[in-house]
């Protein structure tokens, strides 16, 4: 964990580590995914096949064997406490409703009397979402990936999740069962995202892949981008908290580790006008550190990537988020709302001292599929909008072009474009 003041001659290079934390593909991650997909598209079901057995080092005869079935889950929801169920179905619901918010209907413009304009409102046909295995099981992916797209009026969502050694998370079934999920393969890495893309014979093609994953998913949907939508490219995992001085330094301490104990890569960061604050978070980290399960992964990330910034106003602290764009940003201040206004870029933005980020990971209601790496500069969280596509509606009247045509033919011809401008004048009286 780095001590830093913003204000020290050496800050930018010190922090500048942090910033560029995962930025690195490699040619040779790049070079295997391509392999893979390449794989996938010319054999199919045969290739994935080979790469579970390979990667999951599980056992099928056929892909369709890799397809969860209805009793299992049946078998999940007798497995699963009810309280635990209680508790999906209420982020379930909570995050349907934040989301039935965004959702935009189908409007037409009648403000000329010759000619209609408008735009049509959409949902995709068919979407794959993409669910970590691995180190941990993400039931809170499943319903903030396919609650949005049900919402939004998705026909078929097609869920893939890697299992290794074939058993797959009673929790995980569970939520996608609520979240309305319509088919779920145990699969999962580059390969799952290939078959999504391009469709196997038992893997359906899709119209986007949301979802985050590893390096390997990661590249591989930048690398089928355009073939089919994706959401975004994630990174790992971060949060920015910036503090007066005010609050619990303990809490303060466990949101940050909140963040760490994602992986290696997270960054969690505490930005404050107290440096006496910022020591009291630091020492609280260090105690809660040794309590954690996951304390080796929560360890390295903040030893590797952790830091308590001291800056000289709160005014410095925000631009310097506002510079950042963090994914995660709490504004653990005496008045939140007072300097709200002021953020320009975040992914999710947590208010006061009773509001911690995980909330927002698994019931506030809001997405926590959100912008990574600073591209909240550019990108908003997963939503509605991600589910939809809209069509633009024009319809002109015979008055209506008679009016206008004129003008079309003269910016045609500006454009030295003949055929544009007499697929009008030729109608034009």
Request: charged content about 25%; hydrophobic content about 45%; cysteine-free.
């Amino acid at each position: 964990m780095q001590f830093l003041d913003i204000h020290d001659n050496n800050f930018e290079a010190n922090f500048a580590a942090i910033l560029a934390r995962g930025e690195e593909t490699g040619k040779e991650v790049e070079q295997v995914v391509l392999d893979i997909i390449a794989a996938v598209r010319k054999e199919g079901d045969v290739a994935l096949l080979d790469y579970t057995r390979r990667f999951d080092r599980l056992e099928a005869d056929t892909v369709a064997d890799l397809e969860v079935t209805e009793a299992e889950f049946n078998e999940a929801f007798v497995r699963v406490a009810d309280a635990d169920i209680s508790a999906l179905k209420l982020a379930v619901e909570r995050v349907a409703r934040f989301h039935e918010k965004q959702k935009q209907e189908t409007w037409l413009s009648t403000d000329e009397s010759d000619v209609l304009l408008g735009q049509m409102v959409t949902p995709l046909e068919r979407v794959g979402i993409y669910v970590p295995g691995g180190k941990a099981s993400y039931p809170s992916s499943v319903i903030m990936n396919a609650v949005p797209a049900k919402v939004a009026g998705v026909g078929e969502v097609v869920m893939v999740a890697p299992t290794p050694g074939g058993e797959i998370n009673h929790h995980v079934l569970v939520a996608a069962r609520l979240s309305g999920v319509d088919r779920v393969f145990r699969i999962g890495g580059a390969q799952a995202v290939a078959a999504l893309a391009y469709g196997t014979a038992t893997v359906p093609r899709v119209d986007k892949i949301t979802g985050p994953g590893n390096i390997y998913v990661a590249t591989a949907k930048k690398l089928v981008f355009g073939q089919v939508g994706i959401d975004m490219i994630a990174g790992p995992s971060e949060i920015l908290v910036i503090n007066d001085g005010s609050g619990n330094p303990a809490h303060i301490a466990a949101d940050l580790l909140s963040q760490a104990e994602h992986d290696e890569l997270a960054s969690s960061i505490l930005i404050t006008t107290s440096r006496s604050f910022g020591e009291r978070v630091a020492a609280e980290v260090e105690l809660q550190l040794g309590k954690l399960k996951r304390e080796s992964i929560a360890r390295k990330s903040w030893d590797t990537y952790g830091a308590v910034i001291v800056a000289g106003s709160i005014a410095e602290a925000i631009a310097f988020s506002n510079r950042i764009a963090p994914e995660h940003l709490e504004l653990a201040v005496t008045d939140p709302f007072a300097i709200l206004p002021q953020i320009r870029n975040a992914g999710a933005i947590f208010l006061g001292h009773f509001t911690p980020e995980a909330a927002g990971d698994y019931l506030a209601g809001p997405n926590h599929t959100l912008p990574t790496g600073g591209t909240a500069r550019f990108f908003s969280p997963l939503s509605v909008d991600d589910f939809i596509k809209k069509s633009s509606i024009v319809y002109f009247s015979e008055s209506g072009l008679n009016r206008l045509g004129k003008d079309i033919v003269r910016i045609a011809e500006l454009e030295g474009l003949e055929a544009h401008g007499k697929s009008v004048s030729i109608r034009l009286k």
